[in-house]
């Protein structure tokens, strides 16, 4: 019992000692950036899932066709804007040099 207690007094000693600074700022965006990306991707999935659904059960009515077509049309722009913005990046890193899709605040030396 004194060795478990002891365990985890060690480990809340260690993390008290640890001080946020701007450079953990720098993992923390990359992983909300990541998050915000990924799950674009599933939503812009799903839209196309739920409008091939939704124009192959319309059955003929020409107002819910129009409605899948939309949607369609939407998540297949959304999925081609992001597509683009990447590959702009991409574009701006190869022709200057500067790797603008790695977010630091601090760099090395």
Do not use: C, H, W
Not at 42 to 69: N, V, Y
Not at 76 to 88: K, P, Q, R, T
């Amino acid at each position: 019992m004194n060795k478990i207690i002891s365990t985890v007094l060690a480990a809340e000693i260690e993390t008290v000692d640890d001080v946020a600074t701007l450079q953990g700022f720098e993992g923390v965006f990359e992983n909300i950036v990541t998050i915000v990306l990924g799950f674009g991707g599933i939503i812009l999935f799903i839209m196309l899932i739920m409008g091939g659904f939704r124009f192959i059960t319309a059955g003929g009515d020409p107002k819910a066709i129009e409605g899948a077509k939309k949607t369609l049309t939407y998540a297949i722009g959304g999925i081609v804007l992001v597509a683009l913005s990447f590959l702009i990046l991409r574009f701006i890193s190869t022709f200057t040099g500067v790797d603008v899709t790695q977010f630091k605040i601090f760099q090395g030396n």
